[in-house]
């Protein structure tokens, strides 16, 4: 799993221009695949939501727009140039002021037991030191009874396979690397999706944390999907 220094220090370097790779990289399906989480974080009807490797900030937009001013939202990510940039977007949305970005580490968050209703985290599960741990302290935040949704990259199958790793491994480095400056970021991006559980695997994985009712649907030719397990 990548070391957690390394990763802080790739985000900060590809932070001012994270956002315009992410549309261009995903042919603009992330809005798509933000919008599922969002229903699926809806669908609990949740008093607090905390947003976790929550980088830019558009998944707490997200959630905040369409959870309205009686939801608590919270954004939590480790690296603090990732949050400038989602502080910076919050100073040009009236909307979303009482959205709380703050500093937090997955491992070891800053939140007490069974605070939250929802937790999401978006392409950020992948990057974490211990995943396993970091499965366990989301277990330990939420409620008896709340969600957990991860969207994140997963392992595409049949004839689409040889395509998304033709994609990542050829097009995603070159092209992220035009578009931020920083190739080895989005080389990362390839290696890391291609270790990553794939759908079964991860279910797996959250069944070992604790979690209950976990389910998951693949989105874009099974390359994406997203989770969602219950405590």
Same mark, same amino acid.
């Given at each position: 799993?990548?070391? #957690? ?22 042919? $603009? ?7 599922? %989480? ?8 949740? &008093? +607090?939501?905390?947003?976790?490797? +929550? ?18 939202? /919270? $954004? ?6 990732? %949050?400038?940039? #989602? &502080? /910076? ?7 979303? @002021? ?9 491992? *070891? ?24 741990? $970091?499965?366990?302290?989301?277990? /330990?935040? %939420? ?11 997963? @392992?595409?199958?049949?004839? +689409? ?28 991006? #390839?290696?890391? *999706?291609? +270790?990553?559980? $794939?759908?079964? #695997? ?28 219950? &405590?």
């Amino acid at each position: 799993m990548p070391e #957690a220094r390394a990763i802080e220090e790739m985000f900060g370097g590809i932070a001012p221009r994270y956002d315009l790779a992410n549309h261009v990289l995903s042919c $603009g399906m992330d809005f798509g695949w933000r919008r599922q %989480l969002v229903r699926a974080a809806a669908a609990a009807k949740p &008093k +607090t939501v905390v947003d976790l490797c +929550t980088g830019s900030g558009d998944v707490a937009f997200a959630l905040k727009r369409e959870l309205g001013p009686d939801v608590e939202v /919270r $954004g939590l990510d480790f690296c603090a140039p990732m %949050l400038a940039q #989602a &502080k /910076r977007k919050q100073a040009a949305r009236p909307w979303a @002021q009482d959205i709380i970005f703050g500093v937090g580490d997955c491992l *070891s968050l800053p939140l007490a037991d069974e605070s939250a209703d929802v937790v999401t985290i978006a392409w950020g599960l992948r990057n974490l030191e211990d995943r396993a741990r $970091g499965l366990r302290e989301m277990r /330990r935040v %939420l409620r008896p009874g709340g969600k957990l949704l991860v969207l994140d990259n997963s @392992q595409p199958e049949g004839w +689409t396979r040889p395509l998304c790793r033709f994609y990542l491994n050829a097009i995603v480095p070159v092209a992220g690397g035009l578009l931020t400056g920083r190739g080895g970021a989005y080389r990362y991006l #390839a290696t890391s *999706s291609a +270790t990553f559980p $794939g759908r079964a #695997a991860l279910a797996e994985e959250m069944r070992a944390a604790g979690f209950a009712q976990v389910r998951h649907e693949a989105l874009a030719f099974g390359s994406v999907a997203l989770h969602e397990a219950v &405590k």
